[in-house]
């Protein structure tokens, strides 16, 4: 049922992962920096510790509180869409068409050789990753041959995916872990 709410882009399968409905967190880990921002703090515990900390026996997953993921962040000015005969609706077209991943072509495609073992396909990185990148994107070209970028009618950012739920550890910002214990697992030992 999830499948259909994914972006149309979604290159692989999803992950399915299983657990008991009864697992208990044994552990509650807060994480927090004097020098790193939230984001990277984020950043941090989602890419090294989650992946560490589930490699444990006996630990059936972990779940992250207060968790803010990267995103670019797109502010639309209404008044200059306007003054360009622009809608959100062209912007996120643009933007869709602009931040594609294409295929490049193939390793050991047809016609192969005798013997040949490989046949890879070649993806190009086309999407794109700093906030320069998005506002160069192109939203209309006039008559005349102005351009229109995306700059020209939005602020550009990168940011949090979600500003929902603020975590913090003693007043200060934090990224917080639920460790869950297996079933039938002991937990002094995990």
Avoid at 13 to 25: E, G, L
Avoid at 114 to 119: E, S
Avoid at 141 to 169: F, H, K, M, P, W
């Amino acid at each position: 049922q999830a499948l259909r709410n994914l972006p149309a882009d979604i290159d692989a399968p999803p992950v399915v992962t299983k657990a008991d409905a009864n697992a208990d967190v044994i552990m509650i880990l807060s994480v927090q920096s004097k020098e790193k921002t939230i984001l990277q703090i984020s950043d941090f515990v989602e890419n090294v510790l989650v992946e560490k900390l589930q490699t444990i026996p006996e630990v059936s997953g972990v779940n992250i509180f207060g968790q803010r993921k990267y995103a670019m962040r797109i502010w639309l000015d209404p008044a200059k869409l306007a003054s360009y005969q622009l809608t959100p609706a062209d912007v996120a077209a643009a933007v869709q068409a602009q931040n594609a991943q294409v295929s490049a072509g193939q390793i050991g495609g047809t016609p192969s050789l005798a013997g040949q073992q490989l046949n890879a396909t070649v993806t190009a990185q086309t999407r794109l990753q700093t906030p320069e990148q998005f506002r160069n994107i192109l939203l209309k070209t006039a008559g005349n041959g102005s351009q229109v970028r995306l700059s020209d009618v939005a602020r550009v950012e990168l940011g949090g995916e979600s500003y929902d739920v603020i975590s913090r550890y003693n007043g200060k910002p934090a990224a917080g872990l639920g460790i869950k214990l297996a079933a039938g697992a002991n937990a002094l030992a995990t």
